[in-house]
């Protein structure tokens, strides 16, 4: 039985990855176009990662540079200045808020965000998305350890929670933690979850996501077309 739904945000609740995506592009724009390649490859297979864990191994392992505290804070601040005032407008995924206002009435939500705390759960204040969640998890802890808060203080088994999201981080943390995990794939988008174990659906949308999980938990309301 399922008593405890914890979601990813980004690529998940809301289709910012495009945004998010153009922004590390202008942020890198210095490297050489390889680099650059590279860099945004790195960040699309890592979206559930957060920002500073990104730009550390990029400077380590791609541009072979060394990154101060100070370079790092540049690039945070230059990033969130790309990227903030969109994210407060940037379209839901389909069916976000049919399945936030149903399956919140039925059991507690939660979020689990790569986002730094603060930054996330300004956004889903301003976006007006915190009455559906008990809880809204940020970085810098990391999925695993935000969802294990999750299921102490719920008190349910990992059998007993879910956890959505859209890339292999997300998959990592569900696998790490035990709880069971749903993929978000958008159409169009490649499979970054080929054998992976325990991956029990794939949704394209959260229409998709709340007719799977109708049955258990989330009852259908009547709306206008």
Known sequence: MLTTLILDFDGTI????????????????????????????????????????KFRYIYAHILHEPLTPGQEERLASKYVSLIFESMLTVPCVEGAEDLLHDCSRQLPLYIVSATPEGEMQ?????????????????????????????????????????????????????????????????????????????VEGIVANLHELREYLRESVCSSRSHTP
């Open 14 to 53: 809301v289709e910012s990855l495009p945004l998010k995506t153009a922004a590390f592009r202008k942020v890198f724009s210095f490297a050489s176009p390889a680099h650059l390649d590279e860099i945004i490859a790195f960040h699309l297979e890592n979206g559930g990662m957060s920002r500073y864990d």
């Open 122 to 198: 300004e956004i889903a204040r301003r976006r007006d998305l915190t009455k559906y969640f008990v809880r809204v998890y940020g970085s810098p802890k990391t999925k695993a350890e935000c969802i294990r808060e999750i299921l102490a203080e719920t008190g349910a088994s990992p059998e007993e929670a879910l956890f959505v999201g859209d890339a292999p981080n997300d998959w990592e943390a569900a696998h790490e933690t035990g709880v069971r995990f749903v993929a978000r794939i958008p159409p169009g988008d490649p499979d970054r979850f080929v054998g992976r174990p325990g």
